[in-house]
């Protein structure tokens, strides 16, 4: 793919702006603050996330309250109801956490890790310096599988507790423990989320019946280029369910995966990893933070894998860096610095084809196709800058900036039809290549308002974007047979070859620029009437607008739209263990599409399709460490452009799916010593209008199972060994909306065992597949259908220091 100049005027305008308007709200916010004495106040703050709680504290108590960056990350607040002083407030509020509060000689106060060393760390300000003993409480403080908040659901800290609609977290431990090494084994563990197989190249997931290869979020920064993703850098994993373009924009039709990365925690420490496993799988990693000088903080994540497969000449390597700085301006200012270069290269697989409705009957390991004609690349490097302000009276400004290069190809010669008597098997090939820069600005504030009772959460904010994105395909031609062969014909009993292959664009491949420019307000109200009512209520407006340019026939097509995107929902608890809510939300995908690159004369002339979520669903904290959830859902799509059947040069628009179901969920602790992560969903989505000829009215959409089931159990023995034992069930899913061909229903099992002789050394041992099922994992069509592995060894060693 020849490398297209990226524009970046928009670039230049948006950056200074972003920051200008950061700046200025400084000013403007500091207008609101006002400082307060050391008295006694009467609290009532709810059991929360941590961070939230001392946003609600310091609106309560009126005074300037600060936390160094990501030290409240994963923790959580008992809440307080009592009438004390500020501090004797405070020293309960963070009992239990590990945390100290300091009173700095302005009267304001800053969270950091206890003990707190008191000399030179203010840059000369430690003296004077009063230190709120910490209070010892009993409990674990370890959450474990279970997370109880969420940054990403609400563009705040909130308390999954109070989040009106379903999320599903994999958090870091129940990624190590069971060596996830993708979003698929990650999605496994989200109920109401199933993956497809992604042409061998791709994370594909299919939230609540919607298939998505660009609803994917880092640290709720827009991350949507079709690639793989890796976890080495990765804190936890969310699975925000059901479309809410309040939070998220355009897209998100079924929901949104966001992962949140992982922060300088302002200690000294770090841990390397090596992985070694089944068909020559080796893998290695690193995680160090440092602390400079006090007010500069330090983490690197690096990376490095190389690894073959079960699949015959499937192949992956990959690696990465990711060092994060933040920089502690003053006890309300913090600013983090990010980058990340990534590189991912491997073979691409589509799998086996299917026969007679089914996948056809091979060995798990046969390759379709011509594996050393099925390179597959991405390339990223990604820049990220955040500036956080902390007000007097809790009030908190957040300005992101993301800027990120793609760079991404796949190539593949893979399987097609099955000839009737099952002796042969079709063959083409193409590659299709993509460059996008994304660049966004997000622009948060945050403030808490009482009036008598009634107590105010705004967040209102603002986004800006940029995406410009080249995209070219080209058709595989075997020019051995002949100058205009595209597929040829292979034994079944043998379907490789080495067939050279050349590669160039036909009358019909893609050849493409575009821009797509993103400017949007939102504003978000979480009202608390009384400890047992809460409402939340929020609108975003959005304009996009997409440039597109046809290199191919010179063709260029404009296309603006300006939704509206509400969001509404009512929460009660009639005691503070269990929480119901309903919910009503919407979301709208352009019709440009996911990728921003299919507009066509026809399809432009429409506003984009909408997706429409109402859900109503229980949140029950069990215990202090165990929760579990409930959500029932319908989620319809609408505005979905089809050819007329009654005149194919037109288009028209129909309501096209209707997807419902019921999600259970259950994460934390059982007891001391046993943690277990698991959910259920049954699942219905069937298309409401016929679509095309292969999709009709009353079909059931493609791999969505109606039964699902995963359940992981941990149990440690002693402090020196512990077992784990997971099952992973579906039922049967069709590989495509035509329900043609079928992947049967399957369960595996899979375990683990963990040995740490001492405290900085610990081993691992996970098996996949323990009972070597065969059985298919994912599908992209009728004919490109993956195989799930046979039994697998992994062996991780890991080091603290």
């Given at each position: 793919?020849?490398?297209?100049?990226?524009?970046?005027?928009?670039?230049?305008?948006?950056?200074?702006?972003?920051?200008?308007?950061?700046?200025?709200?400084?000013?403007?916010?500091?207008?609101?603050?006002?400082?307060?004495?050391?008295?006694?106040?009467?609290?009532?703050?709810?059991?929360?996330?941590?961070?939230?709680?001392?946003?609600?504290?310091?609106?309560?108590?009126?005074?300037?309250?600060?936390?160094?960056?990501?030290?409240?990350?994963?923790?959580?607040?008992?809440?307080?109801?009592?009438?004390?002083?500020?501090?004797?407030?405070?020293?309960?509020?963070?009992?239990?956490?590990?945390?100290?509060?300091?009173?700095?000689?302005?009267?304001?106060?800053?969270?950091?890790?206890?003990?707190?060393?008191?000399?030179?760390?203010?840059?000369?300000?430690?003296?004077?310096?009063?230190?709120?003993?910490?209070?010892?409480?009993?409990?674990?403080?370890?959450?474990?599988?279970?997370?109880?908040?969420?940054?990403?659901?609400?563009?705040?800290?909130?308390?999954?507790?109070?989040?009106?609609?379903?999320?599903?977290?994999?958090?870091?431990?129940?990624?190590?423990?069971?060596?996830?090494?993708?979003?698929?084994?990650?999605?496994?563990?989200?109920?109401?989320?199933?993956?497809?197989?992604?042409?061998?190249?791709?994370?594909?997931?299919?939230?609540?019946?919607?298939?998505?290869?660009?609803?994917?979020?880092?640290?709720?920064?827009?991350?949507?280029?079709?690639?793989?993703?890796?976890?080495?850098?990765?804190?936890?994993?969310?699975?925000?369910?059901?479309?809410?373009?309040?939070?998220?924009?355009?897209?998100?039709?079924?929901?949104?995966?966001?992962?949140?990365?992982?922060?300088?925690?302002?200690?000294?420490?770090?841990?390397?990893?090596?992985?070694?496993?089944?068909?020559?799988?080796?893998?290695?990693?690193?995680?160090?933070?440092?602390?400079?000088?006090?007010?500069?903080?330090?983490?690197?994540?690096?990376?490095?894998?190389?690894?073959?497969?079960?699949?015959?000449?499937?192949?992956?390597?990959?690696?990465?860096?990711?060092?994060?700085?933040?920089?502690?301006?003053?006890?309300?200012?913090?600013?983090?610095?990010?980058?990340?270069?990534?590189?991912?290269?491997?073979?691409?697989?589509?799998?086996?084809?299917?026969?007679?409705?089914?996948?056809?009957?091979?060995?798990?390991?046969?390759?379709?196709?011509?594996?050393?004609?099925?390179?597959?690349?991405?390339?990223?490097?990604?820049?990220?800058?955040?500036?956080?302000?902390?007000?007097?009276?809790?009030?908190?400004?957040?300005?992101?900036?993301?800027?990120?290069?793609?760079?991404?190809?796949?190539?593949?010669?893979?399987?097609?039809?099955?000839?009737?008597?099952?002796?042969?098997?079709?063959?083409?090939?193409?590659?299709?290549?993509?460059?996008?820069?994304?660049?966004?600005?997000?622009?948060?504030?945050?403030?808490?308002?009482?009036?008598?009772?009634?107590?105010?959460?705004?967040?209102?904010?603002?986004?800006?974007?940029?995406?410009?994105?080249?995209?070219?395909?080209?058709?595989?031609?075997?020019?051995?047979?002949?100058?205009?062969?595209?597929?040829?014909?292979?034994?079944?009993?043998?379907?490789?070859?080495?067939?050279?292959?050349?590669?160039?664009?036909?009358?019909?491949?893609?050849?493409?620029?575009?821009?797509?420019?993103?400017?949007?307000?939102?504003?978000?109200?979480?009202?608390?009437?009384?400890?047992?009512?809460?409402?939340?209520?929020?609108?975003?407006?959005?304009?996009?607008?997409?440039?597109?340019?046809?290199?191919?026939?010179?063709?260029?097509?404009?296309?603006?739209?300006?939704?509206?995107?509400?969001?509404?929902?009512?929460?009660?608890?009639p005691v503070p263990a269990l929480s119901l809510y309903a919910s009503v939300s919407q979301s709208f995908l352009p019709r440009?599409?996911?990728?921003?690159?299919?507009?066509?004369?026809?399809?432009?002339?429409?506003?984009?399709?909408?997706?429409?979520?109402?859900?109503?669903?229980?949140?029950?904290?069990?215990?202090?460490?165990?929760?579990?959830?409930?959500?029932?859902?319908?989620?319809?799509?609408?505005?979905?452009?089809?050819?007329?059947?009654?005149?194919?040069?037109?288009?028209?628009?129909?309501?096209?799916?209707r997807s419902e179901g019921l999600e259970l969920e259950v994460k934390g602790k059982v007891q001391p010593g046993w943690s277990?992560?698991?959910?259920?969903?049954?699942?219905?989505?069937?298309?409401?209008?016929?679509?095309?000829?292969?999709?009709?009215?009353?079909?059931?959409?493609?791999?969505?199972?109606?039964?699902?089931?995963?359940?992981?159990?941990?149990?440690?023995?002693?402090?020196?060994?512990?077992?784990?034992?997971?099952?992973?069930?579906?039922?049967?899913?069709?590989?495509?909306?035509?329900?043609?061909?079928?992947?049967?229903?399957?369960?595996?099992?899979?375990?683990?065992?963990?040995?740490?002789?001492?405290?900085?050394?610990?081993?691992?041992?996970?098996?996949?597949?323990?009972?070597?099922?065969?059985?298919?994992?994912?599908?992209?069509?009728?004919?490109?259908?993956?195989?799930?592995?046979?039994?697998?060894?992994?062996?991780?060693?890991?080091?603290?220091?």
């Amino acid at each position: 793919m020849p490398p297209y100049p990226v524009s970046l005027p928009f670039a230049r305008r948006l950056l200074p702006l972003s920051l200008a308007a950061a700046l200025l709200a400084v000013p403007v916010m500091h207008a609101m603050a006002a400082a307060a004495e050391e008295t006694v106040h009467s609290f009532r703050i709810a059991a929360a996330p941590l961070g939230q709680a001392l946003r609600q504290f310091a609106g309560q108590a009126g005074i300037l309250l600060s936390a160094e960056g990501g030290l409240t990350q994963g923790k959580r607040s008992a809440g307080l109801n009592a009438t004390v002083a500020t501090g004797q407030g405070l020293q309960q509020l963070l009992a239990g956490t590990g945390l100290v509060a300091v009173q700095l000689p302005d009267g304001s106060y800053i969270v950091r890790l206890a003990p707190t060393p008191l000399s030179a760390d203010l840059d000369g300000e430690g003296a004077g310096l009063q230190v709120l003993a910490p209070v010892t409480v009993q409990g674990s403080g370890d959450d474990g599988y279970r997370r109880t908040s969420s940054s990403a659901a609400s563009r705040n800290d909130t308390a999954l507790h109070d989040t009106p609609q379903a999320v599903s977290v994999v958090s870091r431990e129940l990624i190590r423990d069971q060596d996830m090494r993708t979003l698929a084994d990650a999605m496994r563990y989200m109920p109401g989320v199933g993956t497809a197989a992604g042409e061998g190249n791709r994370d594909t997931a299919v939230l609540r019946g919607n298939s998505s290869t660009s609803d994917f979020y880092l640290d709720g920064m827009r991350d949507d280029v079709q690639y793989y993703r890796d976890f080495y850098n990765i804190e936890a994993v969310e699975a925000i369910k059901g479309p809410n373009a309040l939070v998220f924009g355009h897209g998100g039709g079924g929901g949104v995966i966001n992962r949140a990365t992982k922060q300088p925690q302002w200690v000294d420490d770090g841990e390397a990893t090596l992985s070694l496993g089944a068909w020559r799988n080796g893998r290695a990693a690193i995680d160090l933070q440092q602390v400079v000088k006090g007010d500069v903080a330090v983490r690197v994540n690096a990376m490095a894998e190389n690894s073959g497969s079960f699949r015959q000449g499937v192949k992956v390597r990959r690696s990465a860096v990711n060092p994060v700085v933040a920089w502690r301006l003053s006890p309300r200012t913090t600013v983090q610095a990010s980058y990340e270069h990534f590189r991912d290269d491997r073979v691409t697989d589509r799998g086996v084809p299917s026969y007679r409705g089914r996948p056809f009957d091979t060995d798990p390991s046969t390759f379709f196709g011509i594996a050393g004609s099925s390179p597959s690349w991405a390339y990223i490097d990604a820049l990220g800058v955040t500036i956080e302000h902390a007000f007097a009276g809790g009030a908190v400004l957040r300005n992101r900036t993301r800027l990120a290069d793609y760079d991404k190809l796949y190539q593949n010669a893979f399987p097609g039809p099955v000839s009737a008597d099952g002796a042969s098997v079709t063959v083409l090939a193409y590659n299709s290549a993509t460059l996008r820069r994304n660049l966004f600005n997000q622009t948060d504030v945050e403030w808490t308002v009482s009036s008598g009772a009634v107590r105010h959460r705004l967040t209102a904010g603002g986004e800006l974007g940029r995406q410009t994105t080249d995209n070219l395909r080209n058709t595989g031609y075997f020019t051995t047979l002949g100058e205009g062969v595209t597929h040829i014909s292979l034994p079944t009993s043998h379907p490789v070859t080495d067939l050279p292959v050349t590669f160039r664009p036909s009358a019909t491949d893609a050849d493409n620029h575009g821009v797509a420019d993103t400017a949007a307000l939102y504003l978000q109200d979480q009202v608390r009437f009384s400890p047992q009512w809460q409402a939340i209520a929020g609108l975003r407006y959005e304009r996009f607008a997409v440039d597109f340019v046809n290199r191919r026939n010179g063709a260029r097509i404009a296309r603006t739209d300006a939704p509206w995107s509400p969001r509404a929902a009512l929460i009660y608890q009639p005691v503070p263990a269990l929480s119901l809510y309903a919910s009503v939300s919407q979301s709208f995908l352009p019709r440009a599409g996911e990728q921003l690159a299919s507009l066509t004369p026809s399809n432009a002339v429409f506003e984009p399709e909408r997706f429409r979520n109402v859900e109503a669903g229980v949140k029950w904290e069990a215990t202090a460490d165990l929760s579990a959830s409930a959500a029932l859902y319908r989620l319809t799509r609408s505005k979905v452009a089809v050819t007329d059947p009654n005149d194919a040069t037109r288009a028209m628009l129909v309501d096209g799916q209707r997807s419902e179901g019921l999600e259970l969920e259950v994460k934390g602790k059982v007891q001391p010593g046993w943690s277990i992560a698991g959910g259920y969903a049954w699942q219905r989505a069937v298309l409401t209008a016929t679509q095309s000829a292969t999709a009709f009215e009353g079909a059931t959409v493609a791999h969505v199972p109606r039964h699902s089931l995963s359940l992981w159990n941990r149990y440690d023995f002693s402090p020196v060994w512990g077992a784990a034992l997971g099952i992973i069930a579906r039922s049967a899913v069709y590989a495509s909306v035509s329900n043609t061909v079928a992947l049967p229903g399957f369960a595996r099992v899979d375990g683990a065992v963990y040995f740490k002789p001492q405290g900085n050394f610990q081993l691992q041992l996970n098996v996949e597949n323990l009972f070597n099922r065969k059985y298919f994992a994912s599908a992209h069509s009728n004919d490109n259908i993956a195989p799930g592995s046979p039994r697998a060894l992994r062996m991780t060693a890991l080091w603290r220091f």
